[in-house]
């Protein structure tokens, strides 16, 4: 794996990068009315723990769902002023996608043609992500869930001092990470592992620390996660119940695709794809969780960015499609709850795809360094 050291033409690309995503706060900040309906659900439970209740409503729709520590970290959220927490969320929005550029362009090793770089590369990945619908979603509704995301995958490229780290804090804000701590069991990251349990440990303490009661009524599954069958969940529990199918057999696709990510992730990491690796059992989440909205699907675009980068010639097409089928405004991404008939069974694409790519892997190149 290489370092985060970017030519020449990668710094101007980033500089312009920067300059356009500037341009992009100024006009989201400008062009918020109060749509960030997730950041206010939020910043409500939030002021009612600073206020002496709990962070869990006494139902579950439309309540906190993540753990004490991620409440901890959103207090800012409720002591700033507005507009104050909501131009943060996007300039949060921005600054994931230039991380997440990045670490594609560095971490994904091209095919034939050697590695795409420079301006042109740079700004294509930040700005496909940009413009995703996980993304302008995530914003729309004030959402955490690419800052997640962001966090997980530039684990995968920080030396094997340190890594785990980032992913056992962010599985402290949201379960969905704790899926590497397996994959790091399975290939022998021993550090990795230990990393990821003391950076989980240490915020769930304190998470207990702060918030007792509530982190001891989350920990012991008495905060219910509800499990919308609307167009909007892509999760394959969701997929299961909208064709009509026997509901046992999501049990048995959450067994079978979780064991075949963590097969197909080992393989990449011993060809030294650390960060295929991730982006493989990224998807998997997508499909084992009983609730995938469109903001949780940042590994789709994620996953089309490194066919482009690393694929053949028909993988760079399938990419430039997964691209293109996610995009902010895609007929395939429903907006309201009244879908036209056949185009929310269409729109399950997303699903369908994923756990296609989930037991193919993704492709692979011979410069990655084979890991022993």
């Not at 684990?155 to 599985?171: F, H, I, N, Y």
């Amino acid at each position: 794996m290489s370092d985060l050291r970017l030519p020449a033409p990668a710094r101007v690309g980033a500089a312009a990068g920067i300059g356009l995503g500037l341009a992009y706060v100024g006009v989201a900040i400008a062009a918020l009315p109060a749509v960030q309906v997730d950041l206010g659900t939020y910043q409500a439970a939030v002021g009612r723990w600073l206020t002496g209740g709990s962070l869990y409503g006494p139902t579950s729709e439309g309540a906190f769902l993540y753990p004490p520590f991620a409440g901890l970290l959103l207090v800012p959220a409720v002591l700033l002023q507005a507009p104050v927490p909501a131009a943060i969320n996007v300039a949060v929005h921005l600054v994931a996608c230039v991380v997440l550029a990045v670490v594609l362009l560095v971490g994904c090793p091209s095919g034939p043609r050697g590695r795409v770089d420079g301006v042109l590369g740079f700004l294509l990945c930040t700005l496909a992500l940009l413009a995703s619908n996980p993304v302008v979603s995530g914003v729309y509704f004030g959402q955490v869930s690419l800052a997640v995301v962001t966090m997980v995958v530039l684990d995968s490229v920080v030396g094997p001092r340190w890594r785990g780290l980032l992913t056992g804090v962010a599985g402290a804000i949201k379960l969905w990470p704790l899926i590497m701590v397996p994959h790091y069991l399975l290939t022998r990251q021993w550090r990795a592992a230990a990393n990821s349990a003391v950076g989980f440990g240490v915020a769930t303490a304190l998470g207990f620390v702060v918030a007792p009661t509530d982190s001891l009524r989350y920990w012991s599954g008495s905060v219910s996660v509800p499990t919308a069958l609307a167009p909007f969940n892509k999760s394959l529990f969701a997929l299961v119940h909208r064709w009509s199918l026997d509901p046992g057999l999501w049990i048995a696709g959450v067994v079978v695709i979780g064991a075949v990510a963590l097969w197909r992730a080992g393989r990449h990491h011993r060809r030294g794809e650390g960060l295929a690796a991730v982006l493989v059992l990224g998807l998997a989440t997508t499909l084992v969780s009983p609730l995938t909205w469109m903001h949780h699907l940042v590994w789709w675009p994620l996953a089309g960015l490194w066919l482009v980068l690393a694929g053949n010639r028909w993988q760079r097409l399938l990419g430039g499609l997964m691209i293109v089928s996610i995009l902010s405004g895609s007929p395939l991404v429903p907006y309201t709850a009244e879908v036209a008939p056949g185009l929310d069974l269409l729109g399950d694409v997303f699903t369908v795809g994923s756990a296609v790519l989930v037991f193919t892997g993704l492709p692979g190149t011979a410069r990655a360094e084979a890991v022993p």
